[in-house]
């Protein structure tokens, strides 16, 4: 199946938005949700083994986000992420399953993309329905069915939360649909509820996985980018809130190309 859609997929898929997907060779094999799928990039798209759900893939990269306006906007707003927009072009924000998002990025606490990846991909195998080449990520009741077997995947501080997010999301504590109507500033608060919730995971989450464009997550990257760039130091909230008012709706697309900017180029700012 061929998809024609403005997207790249190695910064897409390789700059940590997601965590279960392996680049081999030219192509990028990923697991959406009961599917295993292979994605190799064409010239106006690209190319889809594993799956015939054409909507499925383009709801989760966003088909509706005009990049050409997106990158208008945000180049409007400043000359450096304008370059950094050039160099990388096709870049898009996925839309991620709400629940696998957060529970991932729960997992994303003090640990590099690589190990992330690595726990999100134990705790797949661990409790995930068999796919075949690959696990689908498990619901919180596989969790909970199994959760003496959490140990195996190696999660380290992070076990006890991850188990108490299955827990109060498969009670209803937690209801994801609830957040989602919610507004940036409203969904964030309700999130940071969550044990191993912070400021930077629930801007993530809020961005990845509940559509605010607007989010502006800071990582160890994005503040020194923010420092080097901007001249911009100081808590999470100030850096957070610098980038929103800088680039306002789009803001999350703009934190993408800083964070990708190593791979791009110099923290230069014409």
Known sequence: MHIELDV???PTLGCGQAHRWRKTANSWEGVLGNEVVTLTQTENGFDCSGSSDKNKLLK???NEDDLAEIIKDISN???????LSKACPGLRILRQNRWECLATYVLATNVNIKRIAKMTEAVCDTFG???GKRREFPTPKQILDKKENTKMCKLGFRENRFIELAER???G??????????DYERCTKELMTINGVGPKVADCVALFAFDHLEAFPVDARISNCLESCYGVTGTYHKMSQFGRDKF??????AQEFLYHSDHIGPFTNP
């Open 169 to 171: 999301t498969e009670n």
């Open 173 to 182: 504590e937690i209801d994801l649909d609830t957040i989602s109507e919610m």
């Open 129 to 131: 329905t068999d796919l």
């Open 60 to 62: 989760y990269f966003r």
């Open 77 to 83: 707003s400043d000359p450096y992420v304008a370059n």
């Open 248 to 253: 306002g709706k789009y803001a999350g697309y």
């Open 8 to 10: 790249s997929l190695d």
